[in-house]
């Protein structure tokens, strides 16, 4: 069984649907009064509906990623050009990016971690503890709790 995205139990019936314009996994009793947009009959429908959205909502790139860019990209020794023309992308496309002047898309930030060994995209953090509400402790002392005892146990 599935957990609802709203409440956490877990439920046997689970639903997608919209709730201020965000698509949410949530059980029967959640869903009232919220825009069902599909029923979600089993595990794999579940993750599925999970999924497109953590990659659609929950990337983003980091604040100082031209400065990043930059940095690696000197620390490596590659010109502007040759990165660019490695990555498939024109040479004033990536100035763009590195003097912060347009955000990388997706998979332009990809490419550029990827080549230079950096992190520019990061995910869920403030969507994912919003959505624990108070269960976030919790489950971060639980783990932790288990990670000592496994320690211990070695
Ligand atoms: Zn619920």
């Known amino acids: 069984m599935e957990e609802c995205d709203i409440c956490g139990r877990k439920a046997g019936n689970l639903y997608l649907v919209e709730i201020e314009g965000a698509q949410m ?6 869903s009232k009064g919220a825009k069902i947009i599909d029923q979600l009959r089993t595990t794999e429908q579940v993750q599925q509906a999970r999924r497109p959205e953590k990659q659609a909502e929950e990337s983003t790139i980091v604040e100082n990623y031209g400065k990043i860019i930059r940095d690696a990209r000197e620390s490596l ?3 502007i050009k040759v990165l660019a023309e490695k990555l498939n992308e ?3 496309d ?11 898309r997706d ?4 490419k550029l971690e990827k080549e230079l060994g950096i992190k ?5 953090d403030a969507k994912t503890s919003q959505r624990a509400y108070g269960k ?3 489950v971060t002392l639980g783990d932790a709790a288990v990670f000592k005892d ?3 146990g070695v």
């Open 150 to 152: 496994k320690k211990q």
């Open 136 to 138: 976030a402790d919790q």
């Open 77 to 79: 020794g590659i010109p």
């Open 25 to 30: 996994v949530a059980c029967a009793e959640c």
């Open 90 to 92: 024109t040479e004033s």
């Open 120 to 124: 520019l995209i990061v995910k869920e």
């Open 94 to 104: 990536l100035k763009r990016v590195e003097s912060q002047h347009t955000l990388p």
């Open 107 to 110: 998979k332009l930030a990809k």
